[in-house]
């Protein structure tokens, strides 16, 4: 009898994604730069853990990359492969979750950006798609601090504006995770992944006070804290343009030039 090996016993629909990391040359990077007077970076920081039954335990990377692939479509930015593991403590309780430390996750971003720097690129986005990576604010307040070119995104009010332009039903409160809008972009951008389920996984749990003590498994026993059955592709690709809206700000903050403080040429 012939013994499968681990690769060969999953389906294709739940093989690996391809696609996901940037095909750029040094040629491609060189040639985007000369065209813009302020070269920018984006890093898509994802997780690498549970979202249910029915979402794949890369989520949150498939959707940061998938927000970090739009901009890149329609600014003139360096994409990045994304950071696929990141800080997921308080989902710990459920197998296959792998978390970094905060001090860990923070060099790493550190590191990045300094590398960016010694080779051209002075400008850094922090694409997020965990809400339990805090530590990427710290990362940009500081570095924004020492002068440095660094923002996260989408913030709160990017999300907000997304949801209500795609129709998202869920509020950012229920919506807090494998709800509405993952499932919804996933169904747009990879909806070979989803397992069977997302339709009768809805669970709300909107006081969560204790979440950071208590870990997720206090709220939920399936993993799941939001409405997945509202979910639609349409929706999921609405979010994105959105999304791809709502950085054009971000864009020409980082790329502006800095005040002249020198004297004025009277």
Known sequence: MKVMGGSQKRSAAYGPVHGLLPADTTEDVRNRGAGVSRQIAVLPVGSFEQHGPYLPLSTDTLVACAIARAIADARPVHLLPPVTISCSHEHAAWPGTVSLSSVTLHAVIRDVADSLRRSGVDALVLVNGHGGNYVLGNAVQESSARGERMALFPAAEDWETARVRAGVATSL???????????????????????????????????????LTSG???????????????????????????????????????????????????
Do not use: C, N, Q, W
Not at 184 to 205: F, K, M, N, Q, V
Not at 220 to 237: C, F, M, N, Q, W
């Open 173 to 211: 409160l229920t919506d807090m995770h494998a709800g509405e809008i993952e499932t919804s972009i996933l169904l747009h951008t990879h909806p070979e992944l989803l397992r069977p389920g997302y339709e009768t996984s809805d669970h709300i749990a909107d006081d969560r006070r204790h979440l």
């Open 216 to 266: 997720m498994s206090t709220y939920t026993d399936s993993g799941v804290i939001g409405r997945p059955s509202l979910a639609s592709a349409e929706k999921g690709k609405k979010l994105l343009e959105s999304l791809t809206d709502s950085f054009a700000p971000y864009f020409s903050l980082l790329s502006e030039e800095p005040a002249d403080s020198g004297p004025s040429g009277v």
